[in-house]
């Protein structure tokens, strides 16, 4: 399949493939940062470390941060996933 759309498109497979991969998970990256930003956000933070600090020294409640903690901390790790597979690319 990738063979026949690369001639109709003037591509190799192989540009058309790396391209595709790109575009994904530059598509990938974009929807972890929308969810990223919207948690920083409700809590007015930057990092889940900022999050992490204010629990810490009592400014929120762990009871109330408890799931969007590890939500933020995942989507980090992913979003640096992403960036990491990106440099792969370039």
Known sequence: MYET????????????ERES???????QMRLIESQLFSLAH????????ELDHLVQKGAL???????DYFEFDYLEAT???LRESLRELA
């Open 79 to 81: 979003r640096d996933t």
């Open 42 to 49: 409700k809590y007015g933070v930057r990092t889940v470390a």
């Open 61 to 67: 409640h762990e009871d109330d941060t408890f799931e």
């Open 21 to 27: 991969l790109r575009l994904f998970l530059h598509h």
């Open 5 to 16: 759309i690369a001639l109709k498109l003037q591509l190799s497979p192989q540009e058309l």
